[in-house]
Protein backbone atom coordinates (compact mmCIF):
# COMPACT_ATOMS: atom_id res chain seq x y z
CA UNK A 1 0.00 0.00 0.00
CA UNK A 2 1.33 3.29 -0.84
CA UNK A 3 0.67 6.62 0.48
CA UNK A 4 0.95 10.46 -0.30
CA UNK A 5 4.11 12.20 -0.68
CA UNK A 6 5.87 12.79 2.89
CA UNK A 7 7.36 16.25 3.79
CA UNK A 8 10.74 16.47 5.38
CA UNK A 9 11.20 19.51 7.33
CA UNK A 10 14.48 20.52 9.37
CA UNK A 11 14.24 23.62 11.47
CA UNK A 12 10.48 24.41 10.15
CA UNK A 13 11.70 24.65 6.60
CA UNK A 14 10.55 21.72 4.31
CA UNK A 15 13.96 20.55 2.86
CA UNK A 16 12.68 17.22 0.82
CA UNK A 17 9.51 14.82 -0.39
CA UNK A 18 9.60 11.51 -0.54
CA UNK A 19 6.74 9.04 -1.10
CA UNK A 20 6.10 6.91 1.99
CA UNK A 21 5.89 2.53 0.88
CA UNK A 22 4.42 -0.35 3.08
CA UNK A 23 6.80 -2.84 3.72
CA UNK A 24 5.31 -6.21 3.33
CA UNK A 25 6.94 -8.89 6.02
CA UNK A 26 6.70 -12.92 5.49
CA UNK A 27 7.99 -14.87 8.19
CA UNK A 28 8.42 -18.86 8.03
CA UNK A 29 10.50 -21.79 9.52
CA UNK A 30 11.59 -25.03 8.22
CA UNK A 31 13.46 -27.68 9.79
CA UNK A 32 16.15 -29.93 8.18
CA UNK A 33 17.51 -33.38 9.12
CA UNK A 34 21.17 -33.59 9.09
CA UNK A 35 22.78 -36.93 9.27
CA UNK A 36 26.61 -35.68 10.24
CA UNK A 37 28.91 -33.50 9.27
CA UNK A 38 28.62 -31.74 6.01
CA UNK A 39 26.70 -29.30 3.74
CA UNK A 40 23.00 -29.45 3.14
CA UNK A 41 21.51 -27.41 0.10
CA UNK A 42 18.37 -25.55 1.50
CA UNK A 43 18.45 -23.13 -1.67
CA UNK A 44 14.96 -24.71 -2.79
CA UNK A 45 13.28 -24.64 0.80
CA UNK A 46 14.33 -20.71 0.90
CA UNK A 47 12.79 -20.22 -2.68
CA UNK A 48 9.76 -21.82 -1.95
CA UNK A 49 8.92 -19.26 1.03
CA UNK A 50 9.38 -16.51 -1.22
CA UNK A 51 6.98 -17.84 -3.77
CA UNK A 52 4.68 -18.17 -0.99
CA UNK A 53 5.30 -14.50 0.52
CA UNK A 54 4.31 -13.19 -2.83
CA UNK A 55 6.77 -9.94 -2.13
CA UNK A 56 8.61 -9.72 -5.32
CA UNK A 57 11.18 -6.86 -4.46
CA UNK A 58 13.03 -7.34 -1.37
CA UNK A 59 15.71 -8.92 1.06
CA UNK A 60 15.68 -12.20 2.00
CA UNK A 61 17.22 -13.26 5.41
CA UNK A 62 17.85 -16.86 6.71
CA UNK A 63 18.62 -17.43 10.25
CA UNK A 64 19.87 -20.65 11.94
CA UNK A 65 18.47 -20.70 15.18
CA UNK A 66 21.73 -23.26 16.67
CA UNK A 67 25.29 -22.97 17.77
CA UNK A 68 26.81 -25.66 16.15
CA UNK A 69 25.92 -24.99 13.02
CA UNK A 70 25.73 -22.05 10.71
CA UNK A 71 24.39 -21.04 7.20
CA UNK A 72 26.96 -20.19 3.89
CA UNK A 73 26.50 -19.09 0.55
CA UNK A 74 28.76 -21.77 -0.97
CA UNK A 75 29.04 -23.34 -5.29
CA UNK A 76 26.45 -25.47 -5.45
CA UNK A 77 27.30 -26.99 -8.96
CA UNK A 78 30.41 -28.76 -7.90
CA UNK A 79 30.60 -31.09 -4.69
CA UNK A 80 34.23 -30.75 -4.77
CA UNK A 81 34.15 -27.59 -3.67
CA UNK A 82 32.26 -28.45 -0.70
CA UNK A 83 34.32 -31.06 0.42
CA UNK A 84 37.30 -28.96 0.66
CA UNK A 85 35.22 -26.18 2.71
CA UNK A 86 34.57 -29.07 5.17
CA UNK A 87 38.14 -30.48 4.86
CA UNK A 88 39.53 -26.99 5.18
CA UNK A 89 37.15 -26.79 8.40
CA UNK A 90 39.06 -30.35 9.89
CA UNK A 91 42.25 -28.30 9.54
CA UNK A 92 41.17 -25.30 10.88
CA UNK A 93 39.63 -26.99 14.17
CA UNK A 94 40.46 -29.84 14.83
CA UNK A 95 38.82 -32.22 17.02
CA UNK A 96 42.00 -33.33 19.02
CA UNK A 97 43.08 -30.34 20.14
CA UNK A 98 42.88 -29.55 23.50
CA UNK A 99 39.47 -27.62 23.90
CA UNK A 100 37.97 -27.26 27.71
CA UNK A 101 34.20 -27.11 26.57
CA UNK A 102 33.45 -30.46 25.96
CA UNK A 103 30.25 -31.45 27.54
CA UNK A 104 28.59 -33.25 24.86
CA UNK A 105 31.60 -34.68 22.89
CA UNK A 106 35.33 -34.17 20.91
CA UNK A 107 33.04 -32.07 18.77
CA UNK A 108 31.32 -30.15 20.93
CA UNK A 109 33.87 -26.99 21.17
CA UNK A 110 34.67 -27.36 17.40
CA UNK A 111 31.18 -27.32 16.54
CA UNK A 112 30.59 -23.56 18.45
CA UNK A 113 34.30 -22.43 17.21
CA UNK A 114 33.03 -23.49 13.44
CA UNK A 115 29.98 -21.34 13.51
CA UNK A 116 32.02 -18.77 15.10
CA UNK A 117 33.85 -18.54 12.13
CA UNK A 118 31.37 -18.49 9.48
CA UNK A 119 27.38 -17.22 9.85
CA UNK A 120 23.88 -18.38 11.01
CA UNK A 121 21.93 -15.70 9.16
CA UNK A 122 22.62 -14.93 5.42
CA UNK A 123 20.87 -11.80 3.44
CA UNK A 124 20.17 -12.07 -0.04
CA UNK A 125 18.56 -9.15 -2.57
CA UNK A 126 15.08 -10.48 -3.85
CA UNK A 127 13.79 -9.37 -7.55
CA UNK A 128 11.02 -10.19 -10.08
CA UNK A 129 9.88 -12.57 -6.51
CA UNK A 130 13.53 -14.82 -7.46
CA UNK A 131 16.32 -15.42 -5.37
CA UNK A 132 19.34 -13.21 -6.42
CA UNK A 133 22.00 -15.46 -6.42
CA UNK A 134 24.88 -15.76 -8.33
CA UNK A 135 24.64 -18.90 -11.07
CA UNK A 136 26.70 -21.37 -8.95
CA UNK A 137 25.37 -20.12 -5.88
CA UNK A 138 23.28 -21.87 -3.34
CA UNK A 139 22.32 -21.30 0.50
CA UNK A 140 23.80 -24.40 2.43
CA UNK A 141 23.41 -25.40 6.20
CA UNK A 142 26.88 -26.35 7.64
CA UNK A 143 26.75 -29.06 10.17
CA UNK A 144 29.36 -28.84 12.44
CA UNK A 145 28.38 -32.13 14.16
CA UNK A 146 29.02 -35.58 13.74
CA UNK A 147 25.74 -36.57 15.00
CA UNK A 148 22.13 -36.69 13.44
CA UNK A 149 20.45 -33.08 14.73
CA UNK A 150 17.50 -31.32 13.46
CA UNK A 151 17.97 -27.80 12.71
CA UNK A 152 15.88 -25.01 12.64
CA UNK A 153 15.66 -22.18 9.69
CA UNK A 154 13.93 -19.27 10.04
CA UNK A 155 13.26 -17.08 7.03
CA UNK A 156 11.72 -13.77 6.73
CA UNK A 157 11.08 -11.84 3.29
CA UNK A 158 10.91 -7.84 3.63
CA UNK A 159 9.69 -5.72 0.57
CA UNK A 160 6.94 -5.19 -1.40
Not at 25 to 44: A, C, I, L, W
Not at 80 to 94: I, N, T
Request: glycine share 4%.
Amino acid sequence: MRSENLRVFANGAPIASVRAVAVHVHNESFEVRTKEKGTYEVTDQVQEIVQRSKISTGTVTAFVQHTSCSLVIMENAAPAARRDLEKFFEELVPEDADYEHDDEGPDDSTSHIRMALTRTSEVIPLADSRLQLGTWQGIFLFEHRRAPHTRKIFVTVMGD
